[in-house]
DNA sequence: GCTTTAATTTGAATAACTAAAAATTGGTAT
DNA sequence: ATACCAATTTTTAGTTATTCAAATTAAAGC
């Protein structure tokens, strides 16, 4: 693993510090954590490193296209190592939780609007949302008897 | 317009005041307005709201149904007027100018996941990303001399 | 016109993130 | 190996967007 974050960051021309290696072994173990689970990760075999410098590496990440950032509505921002693929994200209302969908079509942009407002479109950013597995049962063990 | 925003009011069980009804008013002449916005708006015919009643206003319509909250990515919270017709939008990533979209497909949910990892999913959220005709024109303009 | 309950104001606190100067360290050249 | 220099990290602050809670005010039914 770390060797595999090692290479990433020398193939985008970034200096191998332990931070860095640190941080990417935290997101290939925990995709879609946020900068301060990152942080509580990274600080448990690197506990000298701070806050600020999680959120520079990733930025620095994200800036060169090593991570991803997304921002569900009332989420901090997450961030991923898969990268590149267009995928998707189905969240749960419940506790958040995030997981990866494929591209609904193929490849990006997988979408295309009805109108285009004269816009040059990149991209096409899909968020599904519903509960998930767990919190479905909770809800079931918690409802009121009928 | 007023009388729209009393009627939305009373409808929704929600008592009719003047901050309330001077948001709505806000909201309709300036769709996808961010809190701060919508309180400049309002602070010129009503001078003495505060911005935290700028917030309930919002959270009270938005829980109510009479608003809808988007965040995208690297924005404030935005509120819209148009509810339950599950439109989309598309967002310019110079100057975050939002506008409606169609739903690609008809009607809610509008799109399926490949996979829905059990969940129960309840909505697809689709953000089009893009650059604006004014921004692609000021780009543009400011290029540099080939 | 009262009374009750909802809404608003006021004042403060918080979370997430950004900014900038000072200290440190990685990688290259010697 | 050593030293140098720029990149990185730490430390310290500051900002933005938002929420919380107590005290005051106002809407709507009686």
């Not at 290696?21 to 990152?38: E, F, K, M, R, S």
């Not at 767990?134 to 008897?145: G, I, L, S």
Request: aromatic share 4%; glycine share 6%; hydrophobic share 45%.
């Amino acid at each position: 693993m770390t060797t595999d974050a090692r290479e990433m960051l020398a193939s985008a021309g970034l200096r191998i510090t332990a931070p860095r290696v640190t941080v990417i072994d935290a997101l290939a173990d925990h995709p879609h954590a946020a900068a301060d689970a990152v942080f509580a990760k990274v600080s448990e075999t690197l506990p000298r490193t701070s806050l600020q410098a999680v959120y520079n590496v990733l930025g620095d990440l994200t800036a060169r296209g090593l991570a991803r950032r997304i921002e569900p509505a009332g989420s901090p921002a997450l961030y991923e190592l898969r990268v590149g693929d267009n995928h998707h994200h189905l969240v749960c209302h419940v506790c958040g939780t995030v997981v990866d969908v494929d591209c609904v079509t193929g490849h990006a942009p997988c979408l295309t609007p009805s109108d285009d407002h004269g816009f040059a479109i990149a991209e096409a950013e899909v968020t599904f949302w519903g509960v998930c597995t767990a919190c479905r049962e909770a809800a079931v063990d918690t409802a009121p008897a009928q």
